[in-house]
């Protein structure tokens, strides 16, 4: 079945502790991005990427990084996490661009305190 | 730059009744217009989009959008709701590899 696996869908951690969400498709997409969610603002792009080894900031990079070493992969890092960063994540994927229909995964709800 | 506006957060209707969800978007170059529709508790799936040609676009369940250019608008429109409607809309554009969101309208369809 083709789709967008998030792991962790659920996390709560502390301020200041690293963590990594993982994204991974089985499509053999090259566009993969990364969105957080929050009431009231919709999506925003925190990060995308057109292929391997090629990434671009979005809209609110601040904070997060990312790594595409493989194709199908494409982990969220949170280095030093603050409160602000609790949201709900999306990562999505496309054939090669972001005006061609994206899959999006399942989400992953992080809580910082 | 690009930057999508939605122009209701809610919208209350009743099944069978009509609806019309508001965009407008701005953009100082060609542009490709979505709808995506988030189900409670699912992520997003893409609802219809305009890429080019015709400006009325229709997607397989009931609902339609059209793409005005002078107005820069891209609204969402269906003739008659079911319950199952019941959903977060957001419309989207996408600029060169980048692709930006609205805010949402929530579509709460009672009986």
């Known amino acids: 079945e083709a789709q967008v696996t998030q792991n962790p869908r659920y996390l709560i951690t502390v301020t200041g502790k690293k963590l990594t969400v993982t994204c991974s498709q089985n499509?053999?997409?090259?566009?993969m991005s990364w969105y957080r969610q929050d009431p009231g603002l919709g999506l925003r792009q925190i990060y995308y990427s057109m292929n391997v080894e090629v990434t671009d900031k979005g809209d609110v990079p601040e904070g997060y990084k990312v790594s595409r070493k493989e194709k199908r992969n494409f982990p969220l890092i949170l280095e030093s996490p603050s409160p602000n960063q609790t949201s709900l994540y999306f990562c999505?994927?496309?054939?090669?661009?972001?005006?061609?229909?994206?899959?999006f995964g399942p989400g992953t709800r992080l809580l910082v305190l | 730059a690009q930057s999508v506006t939605q122009l209701d957060s809610q919208v209350p209707v009743f099944e069978e009744a009509p609806v019309e969800l508001r965009c407008n978007y701005s953009?100082?170059?060609?542009?490709?217009l979505f709808w995506y529709v988030q189900y409670p508790n699912q992520g997003l799936q893409l609802l219809l989009k305009?890429?080019?040609?015709?400006?009325l676009v229709e997607s397989i369940n009931g609902f339609e959008a059209e793409f005005n250019k002078s107005q820069t608008s891209f609204h969402l429109r269906k003739p008659s709701v079911h319950i199952s409607d019941t959903a977060e809309y957001f419309c989207?554009?996408?600029?060169?590899?980048?692709?930006?969101f609205g805010a949402g309208t929530t579509v709460t369809v009672r009986a």
């Open positions: 499509m053999n997409h090259e566009y």
């Open positions: 999505a994927s496309s054939p090669r661009r972001a005006r061609e229909t994206q899959y």
């Open positions: 953009s100082s170059v060609s542009v490709y």
């Open positions: 989207a554009v996408s600029e060169g590899y980048k692709l930006s």
């Open positions: 305009y890429l080019s040609g015709s400006t």
